[in-house]
């Protein structure tokens, strides 16, 4: 089974803090991404990856920005966190061997005050 | 722009009724369309669709994809309560590029 983790399910930050959100996945997959989702708007794409140290941006990677210096993490950071961050975030990992589809960690809900 | 449309935002049925979900797409370079399951967690695989008219089954749920049209429904056959979620559509494009709907918040009351 496909496993993918990320750090914290819950987080609170002040304003202008910076925040690492982590992305772990044991796969081997070549290819993850960073979503948000907000009611009404559904999944957006921030940030995605296609291997190691490379990284493309997504339709909103305004005030966002991503490592991945190994191939089975990948780290969203939010320079300075504003409250319109306010947002689950969720990674996917993807692996087009049998199954094409998008594996999904269980999220993070960030709350910034 | 890639966009990814989804019919009702929000639906409420009672167990045993058949819904339909609908789903419109403009994606460049289309690869395929995906339906997602989201209760209160991540979202979960139900289908991937790449060739038009053929259906994809699993139980109760089916789906179609319309490349004329550029659209997919999903049916859900015989609702149980168990159902109640949002049904996330997104369409692929080159590069496993997702691009999602807002989703339908799907309601089973017993």
């Known amino acids: 089974d496909v496993k993918v983790t990320q750090s914290s399910r819950y987080l609170v930050k002040r304003t202008g803090e910076k925040v690492f959100l982590e992305c772990v996945q044991d796969m081997d997959h070549e290819n993850m991404f960073w979503y948000r989702q907000d009611p009404g708007l559904g999944l957006r794409l921030i940030y995605f990856?296609?291997?190691?140290?490379?990284?493309e941006k997504g339709d909103i990677p305004e005030g966002y920005s991503v490592s991945r210096e190994k191939k089975e993490r990948f780290s969203l950071i939010l320079e300075s966190a504003s409250t319109n961050q306010t947002s689950m975030y969720l990674c996917?990992?993807?692996?087009?061997?049998?199954?094409?589809?998008?594996?999904f960690g269980p999220g993070t809900r960030l709350t910034v005050l | 722009e890639d966009k990814v449309v989804q019919s009702p935002l929000s639906l409420v049925v009672h167990e045993g009724d058949t819904v339909t979900l609908n789903c419109s797409y403009e994606v460049t370079n289309f690869r395929s369309l995906l339906w997602y399951k989201q209760e209160k967690k991540a979202p979960t695989f139900l289908f991937m669709l790449?060739?038009?008219?053929i259906e994809k089954k699993s139980g109760r749920l089916s789906s179609i994809l319309d490349k004329k049209e550029l659209s997919s429904i999903l049916n859900i056959t015989a609702t149980q309560t168990g159902d109640s979620a949002i049904y996330l559509c997104?369409?692929?494009?080159?590069?496993?590029?997702?691009?999602f709907g807002e989703g339908t918040q799907l309601t089973v009351n017993p």
């Open positions: 790449t060739s038009s008219g």
């Open positions: 997104a369409g692929e494009t080159s590069g496993s590029r997702l691009t």
């Open positions: 990856s296609y291997d190691v140290k490379m990284k």
């Open positions: 996917a990992t993807y692996s087009r061997d049998i199954y094409n589809e998008q594996f």
